[in-house]
């Protein structure tokens, strides 16, 4: 089974511009969550989606968005970007169920770069 | 709020030795996770725990749960080099589906 895919691996945006990260969750999964992780701040939690729905927030600006199409894969959209939002935004998947233990599947991350 | 804490967050020990890591964590929750992540790397899932009591054991490696402690612990037993990395336990919210994170421990074995 094809584990979790981030596109793109790497990217360098300016100040201002907006970027869209995209993430196909493994086969079966409907359930996709998006991770940031800096060396300063650690790994936090920006936003859950299953069957197209966002369930749960986590504490990041409005510049911050997303989505889930019906086929499970997700999107994610930062706008108006700062220097503060380099990092490595991952991406994991989950069944979302009682015999999967709502364990979650990381892909391989996106690198952003703002400068 | 919940929160997090791993100790220690940096560890460096000789190849052979044991030791273990601490995730505490503040608050009611029903399910914990730890995960391995190496320099540039994503996470790789490495136990999950359900239940109080909980003990599950992968090679040089061994995770337990005491949900009344509020306590995870992950073991190393005569640690190898290969196990370098950093380590992360995470909380899931209950009906929240998020995974609240530690800060990591940062493990260095020298041969």
């Known amino acids: 089974k094809a584990g979790v895919t981030q596109t793109p691996r790497y990217l360098i945006k300016t100040r201002g511009q907006q970027v869209t990260l995209s993430c196909s969750p493994i086969s079966g999964h409907r359930s996709v969550s998006w991770y940031q992780q800096t060396p300063g701040q650690g790994l936090q939690f920006l936003f859950e989606?299953?069957?197209?729905?966002?369930?749960n927030k986590g504490n990041f600006p409005g510049r911050f968005s997303g989505r889930q199409f019906s086929n499970s894969r997700s999107e994610m959209n930062v706008s108006t970007l700062e220097l503060g939002d380099s990092a490595l935004y991952l991406c994991a998947s989950s069944p979302r169920s009682q015999s999967s233990s709502y364990e979650q599947y990381f892909g391989p991350g996106t690198r952003l770069t703002v400068t | 709020e919940l929160k997090v804490e791993q100790n220690p967050l940096f560890l460096s020990m000789q190849e052979g030795k044991n030791y273990t890591i601490y995730c505490n964590y503040s608050?009611?929750?029903?399910?914990l996770y730890w995960y391995r992540q190496d320099p540039g790397k994503s996470l790789e899932s490495l136990f999950v725990l359900l239940s109080n009591g909980a003990v599950k054991q992968e090679g040089r490696l061994m995770a337990s749960l005491d949900t009344k402690a509020r306590l995870s612990t992950l073991h190393i037993t005569a640690a190898v080099h290969d196990l370098s990395a950093t380590y992360f336990c995470?909380?899931?919210?209950?009906?929240?589906?998020?995974?609240?994170w530690g800060a990591g421990t940062k493990l260095i074995i020298k041969p």
């Open positions: 995470a909380v899931d919210m209950f009906e929240g589906y998020q995974l609240i």
């Open positions: 608050t009611t929750s029903d399910r």
């Open positions: 989606y299953f069957s197209e729905t966002q369930r």
